[in-house]
């Protein structure tokens, strides 16, 4: 290759940054084809991952270390004056002479994969999961059990009777869906958006509602706000307020379980928003780097809070910065409960057999507000929530898959309604008579045992109590 | 005279070679032996400069321990890493720069020892760092993890006070991370500067649910560091650098514990009490010293050893007993976990007290670099600040 010549580079860049269409850039990988089989969108240069660079001279301490035979893309390279090819340690590339910059594209995006279309419809065949009519039914029920749920302790919040809550409308597909594709024993790990998962894995409804309550029965002891759900039976991590710092935690279970040889995945859900946190940048390197079996799912609703994804990122999405970190990554239709079915299906599979992680972008929409604090209406349009309420829902598509299949009809639908009503309305019943847990409770657990210091201001809080009593809520608790 | 001459030019001779090695240590290689041709002046100003602030005091061989070996800081941590991976099959070990050996030599040999999956770099991210390692702790494995310096500890500050620390209550002791042990350098080095001297103890003092703890030798390191990692509760292990090498002195092969949140008194006394922790006791140590041959002052050193939870009742008792406390860190003044341990004494001791507690710390400005000598907590600082609560 000869060196530019000095004209050339006196040339306007403007010849070197004309738009480009997919199909011309260098390096893309074609996807147009890969619709019809699950497609991942491979990295930026095909199926071969990145080379890490050479490893770096010990500093003073001896010779280098000998090369890794067990990874192949680590072997150095023979170094020979005769090579014009980059030695760069940093990048396994070839030159170009011609300025060129990379342009990003979100006009045509990763496409999203799907299986049914809005009406429940199977496109291709092939790609239907045909799961048993049990296993769908299950689905179906979980989603729309969690729906009755949230409706009634929605309400309970705006009554008084609770102090915040949460709702899941419209993404309870991106739950049961992906729920449904793990082993009962692979670790979950969410943020707050993620109930489905664990009604997927029957947490009964005493204990949802145990927590919202902070009653007696809560596991968690009525430390934490509503929502925030932990349950080490069905190995779901108690969920915690900070966002995205899950994501890094997840990634050193995951490394866990690998060197434990347990076959188990991780997942670790977050949303859009979380992944613009420092944590989340974090958590993807660290998987990559640490060859770990996760699953990173991303549950793109539209927004945070009020902030719309117009005013979260610029580039395109959260799947697209997967190729960037050396992760296999796809973006699914999250209302589509198979289309995440069989993402999550073959990215558990892979993670496990390969150790490494996959990460999936399940698009969706936040039908309800952020939380009860929240009133939506003050940032988007009634219109725009109602078409997903009436013409995109997991719930409906999946009840059109039944319908089709004869596995569901109106009679049962209605039955089951009423049913998961009175469900759902008994355990409400019997958790507001519950009474709180014991006020000692409030200093256990900081530690294993409990320091000194501490059980002096235990005491002390006791005593005080003795006294001013009367001020102090103490007919809730338990004695 | 041609004797002393000759012996005159022996003596500047030696004292050259002994400056120029001095020079050549701390500047590097390369530069001529012409070079150096100091001046007295020159030579002393360079002598000062490498001259510590305090005098390691090793402790006393143990004996209870089994077979000992002399070992610096670093090597005592490198024995209590070494100790906790051959113990414990889920061991691992991790940060920047710990595959090859670490920046200050802490995890030498462990790679080659345990394997590539159990002592290993990881990107460079201390929020990434301590997130994997509690995620690592939450499946029941030991996680220790390194941040190669206390000054770079505060990216993971989310993760350490609203995470780890809150794991088991926020949970209701479903899910814990207590096997998680955060090692990281500490305190001044006498070059560090602002981002390689600090002592972070107290930002992490306010926060329950985690433990601090700094050991002030090898000995101490080592058994402090093997209860942290058996510790059930996520602790965080600062370790002064200064001391890596400066600090040598026998230490057990074997493991063995020293347990966590109990005080030392190490040297008794009846007048006043000192307390520090880290370098700093050896500071405190000479001041006591000091204190007996100039005033006949007879000091009683306390170093503290966990900063959280700390061992209230060894200093209250150490203080109604003498009446007078002196307490000493590097970190800034204001907001020290000096100050903790002052309110905590006038509440527990305000009637035993002869004179009003003394605190001297770092000055309330960021770490300096040329003006470190004016900036620590030295002997001369600690004894006029002793001197003034003797005559109160």
């Known amino acids: 290759m000869d060196s530019p010549s000095l004209r050339e580079l006196q040339q306007p860049l403007l010849e070197s940054t004309e738009c480009e269409t997919p199909a011309q850039k260098p390096g893309r990988h074609e996807l147009g084809s890969a619709l019809r089989e699950i497609a991942f969108a491979e990295s930026l240069r095909g199926l071969q991952f990145l080379s890490p660079p050479l490893p770096s001279v010990s500093a003073g301490l001896g010779e280098p270390r000998p090369p890794d035979v067990e990874h192949p893309h680590r072997q150095q390279q023979q170094f020979s004056s005769l090579d014009d090819k980059p030695q760069f340690p940093g990048a396994s590339a070839e030159f170009i002479d011609k300025l060129e910059f990379i342009q990003p594209n979100v006009i045509s995006g990763i496409p999203i994969y799907r299986v049914m279309d809005r009406q ?88 949802f509602m145990a927590q919202c309550y902070g009653n007696i029965s809560d596991l968690g002891k009525g430390r934490q706000m509503p929502v925030h759900y932990g349950c080490k039976e069905r190995h779901f991590v108690t969920i915690s307020s900070p966002l995205a710092t899950q994501i890094p935690q997840a990634v050193g279970a995951a490394y866990a379980a690998k060197r434990a040889n347990a076959n188990r995945v991780v997942i670790c859900y977050f949303g859009e928003g979380a992944a613009s946190e420092g944590d989340a940048h974090a958590g993807f ?65 892979r993670a496990v057999a390969e150790n490494q992680p996959f990460l999936i972008e399940a698009m969706t929409y936040r039908i309800g507000h952020h939380s009860t604090s929240d009133d939506s209406s003050a940032y988007r349009s009634v219109d725009e929530v109602n078409y997903w309420d009436k013409q995109d829902h997991p719930i409906s598509r999946l009840r059109h898959y039944l319908l089709s299949q004869g596995w569901w009809d109106e009679e049962q639908e209605k039955a089951w309604r009423k049913q998961s009503r009175k469900k759902v309305m008994e355990a409400f019943e019997q958790a507001e008579r519950k009474p709180k847990p014991n006020p000692n409770l409030l200093f256990s657990d900081v530690y294993q045992e409990m320091p000194a210091q501490l059980r002096k201001q235990q005491e002390s809080l006791a005593r005080h109590l003795q006294t001013y009593g009367e001020h102090y809520p103490l007919e809730h608790f338990d004695k | 005279m041609a004797v002393v ?55 006393p061989e143990p004996r209870e321990y089994g077979q000992t070996q002399k070992m610096n800081l670093f090597q005592s941590v490198t024995s209590a890493l070494d100790n906790s991976l051959a113990k414990d099959p889920t061991a691992v070990i991790f940060g920047e720069d710990v595959a090859f050996g670490g920046v200050f030599r802490c995890t030498v040999g462990l790679r080659d020892k345990y394997g590539k999956d159990r002592v290993f770099n990881t990107p460079l991210c201390e929020q990434g760092i301590v997130g994997f390692g509690i995620g690592i702790a939450v499946t029941g494995a030991t996680a220790i993890a390194e941040i190669q310096f206390a000054d770079y500890i505060f990216p993971a500050f989310d993760q350490i006070v609203n995470e780890a620390a809150k794991y088991r209550y926020r949970s209701g002791d479903l899910f814990n991370c207590g096997s998680l042990t955060i090692r990281s350098p500490w305190g001044c080095v006498g070059h560090g500067a602002l981002y390689h001297s600090q002592s972070p103890e107290a930002f992490f003092a306010h926060c329950p649910g985690i433990k601090v703890v700094i050991p002030r030798s090898p000995f101490q390191a080592k058994g402090l560091l093997l209860s942290c990692i058996e510790d059930k509760n996520p602790c965080i292990f600062f370790e002064p650098k200064i001391l890596y090498r400066a600090a040598a002195e026998q230490v057990p092969i074997e493991p063995y514990n020293i347990p966590l949140s109990q005080a030392e008194v190490i040297q008794e006394g009846s007048d006043v009490t000192l307390v520090a922790w880290g370098t700093q006791v050896h500071v405190i140590r000479e001041v006591a010293s000091m204190a007996k041959e100039k005033l006949g002052v007879s000091c009683e050193v306390i170093d503290l050893r966990t900063i959280i939870p700390w061992d209230v009742d060894t200093v209250c008792k150490s203080v109604i007993k003498t009446g007078r406390l002196l307490i000493s860190h590097e970190a800034p003044l204001t907001g020290g976990f000096a100050s903790e341990i002052s309110s905590t004494v006038q509440e527990e001791c305000f009637l035993n007290l002869e004179a009003p507690i003394s605190r001297v710390c770092g000055y309330d400005t960021p770490f300096p670099h040329i003006f470190e000598p004016f900036y620590i907590p030295d002997k001369w600082k600690c004894y006029d600040a002793l001197r003034k609560m003797i005559n109160y």
């Open chain 1, 120 to 207: 429940g419809q199977i496109i291709n065949p092939s790609e239907d999961p045909h799961l048993p009519k049990e296993k769908v039914l299950k689905l179906y029920k979980s989603m729309t059990l969690l729906n009755t749920m949230d409706r009634i302790l929605y309400e309970s919040q705006r009554q008084g009777r609770i102090s915040f809550y949460m709702t899941n409308y419209g993404e309870e597909g991106t739950h049961v869906g992906s729920a449904a594709a793990l082993d009962n024993t692979d670790l979950v790990f969410g943020q707050y958006r993620e109930a489905g998962v664990l009604m997927y894995r029957d947490y009964p409804l005493e204990l």
């Open chain 1, 285 to 349: 390197n660290f998987a990559a780097t640490l060859e770990c079996p996760i699953i990173f799912f991303c549950r793109n609703n539209g927004y945070a809070i009020s902030t719309p994804t117009s005013e979260q990122y610029r580039g395109d999405g959260i799947a697209a910065r997967g190729p960037g970190y050396g992760i296999m990554s796809i973006r699914v239709d999250g209302n589509d409960v198979f289309a995440v079915y069989n993402a999550t299906k073959e990215a558990r599979r």
């Open chain 2, 5 to 59: 001459a000759a012996a005159a030019g022996w003596l500047l001779r030696l004292r050259a070679a002994g400056a120029e090695g001095h020079w050549r240590r701390f500047r590097g290689v390369g530069l001529a032996r012409g070079f150096l041709h100091p001046s007295a002046t020159v030579e002393d100003a360079a002598q000062r400069r490498q001259v510590a602030h305090f005098t390691f005091q090793p402790d």
